[in-house]
């Protein structure tokens, strides 16, 4: 079965220093691995996804991700963080067992990110 | 660019009582997704439809129904409501294809007293 762990509940930082939220996977096959963001009482907002090709995804506000297949790892970064960052972040990957292929998501990462 | 679309926003109902929930996927989106999120938990998934079809089920209580019409829109049936059932109710659209994104609406937030 398909699965994400974040072993992180809550990662702080400083305004303005690198953030990274980490994110570990266990597939059979080859990963389908996405990233989200959670507002509070708001939708999932997707950030980026590795499918193949290069182990360093760029996505939406800055982030970026880096899957390295050895350590099963696909962490999330951010060079600067901002206080906007501030909000529940989930890593999810694909399950194709069954048709549809549902997300499965990661317990979820609460960055909170100080002035 | 047209998003997901969920309503009603917000539902408040008693115990034993009914209710729907809608949902309104991103246009030629072939799948749409249903998930159940508690407070302080991440997103669990209830059920999936792939072109009117159902196509996967998870941990969807015997009590919830779900079905998508030929609009392509999905309806949540929630019957027999318990407090347990409290919580945010999430649908998502996307291309089948494992590269595809899938695409959140704002969700509908249920409180049953």
């Known amino acids: 079965a398909q699965s994400v762990a974040q072993p992180e509940d809550q990662v702080n930082v400083a305004e303005g220093n690198p953030l990274t939220v980490k994110c570990t996977y266990s597939v059979s096959g080859n990963p389908y691995l996405f990233w989200y963001v959670q507002y509070p009482n708001r939708g999932l907002q997707f950030l980026l996804k590795y499918i193949t090709g290069d182990n360093l995804v760029k996505g939406s506000y800055g982030f970026e991700a880096e899957f390295n297949k050895s350590q099963t790892s696909f962490h999330l970064k951010k060079p600067s963080a901002l206080v906007s960052d501030s909000a529940l972040y989930f890593c999810?990957?694909?399950?194709?067992?069954?048709?549809?292929?549902?997300?499965?998501f990661g317990q979820g990462t609460e960055l909170s990110v100080k002035p | 660019a047209a998003g997901v679309i969920q309503s009603p926003r917000h539902l408040i109902k008693e115990k034993r009582e009914t209710a729907t929930l809608k949902c309104y996927p991103i246009p030629r989106h072939d799948t749409v997704y249903w998930y159940q999120q508690g407070p302080g938990q991440d997103p669990q998934f209830l059920i999936s439809f792939y072109e009117k079809m159902q196509s996967d089920k998870g941990s969807i209580p015997d009590r919830f129904s779900a079905q998508q019409f030929s609009d392509y829109h999905s309806e949540l049936n929630m019957s027999s409501l318990e407090l347990g059932d409290s919580a945010l109710y999430f649908c998502?659209?996307?291309?089948?294809?494992?590269?595809?994104?899938?695409?959140f609406g704002n969700g509908t937030r249920l409180t049953v007293t």
């Open positions: 999810a990957v694909r399950d194709f067992e069954n048709q549809g292929g549902k997300l499965i």
């Open positions: 998502a659209s996307s291309f089948q294809g494992g590269d595809s994104p899938l695409h």
